[in-house]
């Protein structure tokens, strides 16, 4: 899925991801950068799928999370201040959705139902941006030959 919003986004056309549940179609456009951005490891609006599970990341402190906080997490996490200044409105609001290549997509469209129906309900004049991310394992670096040692 990732790779085809990026391939239908940097040929200049516009994704749309449709869900159909219970008489109610929701089109999510999702956002992508064609240029790689900057990675941000504090960033609030990060959630993680591993293994079936929801993970938040907040200031490198994963916890599991269950739909019924969406709300909050909309007002709180996924609020987007260009600045510092929260006292300030949000510009928008982002979600970044990171996942495995093998991850269950249903949970995946679960979430994306629930946090539109949770959008919704904040009567926001904002937008909701969602990007999608590879999950990448952490790879450390490569071990330091002996001729890198010795210019040390």
Not at 10 to 35: A, Q, V
Not at 45 to 58: A, C, E, P, R, W
Not at 59 to 82: C, V
Request: proline residues 7%.
């Amino acid at each position: 899925m990732i790779d085809r919003i990026h391939e239908i986004k940097c040929n200049d056309s516009l994704p749309k991801i449709i869900i159909e549940r219970s008489n109610l179609i929701k089109n999510i456009y999702p956002i992508e950068d064609c240029e790689p951005i900057l990675f941000h490891p504090k960033s609030k609006q990060y959630v993680t799928f591993v293994n079936t599970k929801l993970y938040h990341d907040s200031n490198n402190n994963y916890r599991e999370i269950g739909m019924d906080s969406l709300n909050w997490m909309l007002k709180n996490d996924f609020a987007y201040y260009r600045s510092n200044n929260e006292s300030d409105k949000p510009e928008s609001y982002l979600v970044i959705v990171e996942s495995s290549r093998n991850e269950n997509l249903e949970l995946i469209e679960k979430f994306l139902a629930n946090l539109t129906q949770e959008f919704d309900k904040l009567n926001s004049k904002l937008e909701l941006n969602i990007s999608f991310w590879e999950d990448l394992p952490y790879l450390p670096p490569p071990p330091t030959t002996e001729n890198e040692r010795q210019t040390e």
